[in-house]
């Protein structure tokens, strides 16, 4: 098992949103999840109305800001991985489409076509000059650099939120998805930056989590930047496959037992 995969044994504290009621500390994982899952059951009928209609806002689409931050593909041939940058011009062509120019944690400038980008988060109050970027992206490097089980959500509690997020009609915000377990988990630009990493579990810069690195795929397909819940026999036979490999004590027996 890879360093760092180790799912936290400490209980994963709801809040109430949604009519959610808050659960106690409970000394075992078993006994906690069992108690969040009734606690989902009672409540879940409010909650998928609420995503439903979460669903039905359309966002119509702009020009990322200059000061944003963001994920993008570097665009070289054979190298998929992702970057973080910030954005330091923005223009809108008259063709149709956008074009940016973001500073990546190193200093260097890449410029970008909008479908370069794979996800942005608000501009950051420390960014005063573009020379900044390094101190404004090194919160999201750290989130980048840990494990998708490392990033504050259990891989039980995602499956509570994908039974939820089945409901709605249309692909949903990571915000959208994670709110209805517990808001805080997405209450800041770097924290959105967060759940994004749970719900795609792409490895950014050359942090290589093998171990834990596709959990989110197993319940979300991600479009554009929304997320749709997976047909429940897909997301069986991945949790299967999951499960059977030879490091699957990283998830915990709650979530392959279950």
């Known amino acids: ?39 989902v059951e009672y409540s879940l009928r409010r909650s998928a109305v609420f995503l439903k209609e979460a669903s039905d ?29 910030v954005i330091i ?14 500073l990546d944690a190193d200093g260097r400038t890449h410029p970008i076509k909008a479908a ?12 005063k000059d573009p020379l900044d970027a390094p101190l404004v992206l090194a919160d999201y490097v750290r989130v980048a650099e840990k494990a998708p089980t490392e990033l504050g959500v259990e891989p039980e ?12 009609d249309a692909p949903l915000s990571a915000k959208q998805i994670l709110g209805v377990i517990d ?22 810069m050359h942090s290589l989590h093998s171990a834990c690195r596709d959990v989110g795929r197993v319940f979300f397909k991600a479009i554009g930047d929304k997320y749709k819940a997976k047909a429940a026999k897909a997301v069986a036979a991945s949790k299967s ?3 059977s490999a030879a490091d699957a004590d990283a998830y915990g027996d709650e979530f392959c037992l279950v």
Not at 116 to 127: E, G, N, P
């Open 89 to 102: 011009k923005a223009e809108s062509k008259a063709k149709g489409g956008a074009r940016y120019e973001v």
């Open 241 to 243: 496959a999951l499960c």
């Open 157 to 168: 509690m995602l499956e509570v939120a994908w039974e939820l997020a089945s409901e709605a």
């Open 57 to 85: 806002e359309a966002e119509p689409p702009s020009l990322h800001g200059v000061g944003s931050i963001c994920e993008f593909d570097e665009g070289k041939q054979g190298h998929a991985r992702g970057l973080l940058g």
């Open 1 to 39: 098992m890879g360093a760092g995969c180790t799912v936290p044994k400490s209980m994963f504290f709801v809040g109430a949103p949604l009519g959610f009621a808050p659960l106690v500390s409970i000394s075992t994982r078993t006994s906690s999840y069992s108690l969040h899952r009734s606690a």
């Open 116 to 127: 370069q980008v794979r996800a942005t988060f608000a501009a950051s109050k420390k960014l």
């Open 183 to 204: 808001e805080a988990l997405c209450a800041s630009p770097v924290q959105l930056f967060a759940a994004y990493r749970l719900l795609t579990s792409e490895e950014l």
